[in-house]
């Protein structure tokens, strides 16, 4: 696989710059996105120590100000930590 490089969007939005450039939306996405798996990977080493830290007895406020997310993520690592579906997929049915 090769390395994807991330171009970074310097505050311009998706829409300016697929105008500025005459690219299409979904280019620039491709373009300025992160690769999946380097994402996915941090995303589970920030949930690995919020579990860490959850353990040491620090509240999730405090382990929120630690890891630099909301105290809803917190809540959502700690309490989704085994669930691959999604966040949601054991509260939100199809209807």
Do not use: F
Not at 16 to 37: C, F, H, Q, V
Not at 54 to 77: F, K, P, W
Not at 83 to 89: H, I, V, Y
């Amino acid at each position: 696989m090769t390395t994807q490089y991330r171009h970074p969007r310097n505050g311009w939005s998706v829409r300016e710059l697929a105008e500025k450039t005459g690219a299409s939306p979904r280019s620039i996405i491709n373009w300025t996105s992160e690769p999946r798996d380097a994402y996915l990977g941090r995303a589970e080493q920030r949930r690995e120590k919020i579990r860490e830290l959850r353990e040491q007895g620090l509240s999730m406020r405090a382990i929120a100000d630690e890891v630099g997310c909301s105290v809803g993520t917190v809540h959502n690592a700690l309490n989704h930590q085994d669930d691959d579906k999604g966040p949601c997929s054991e509260h939100v049915q199809a209807s």
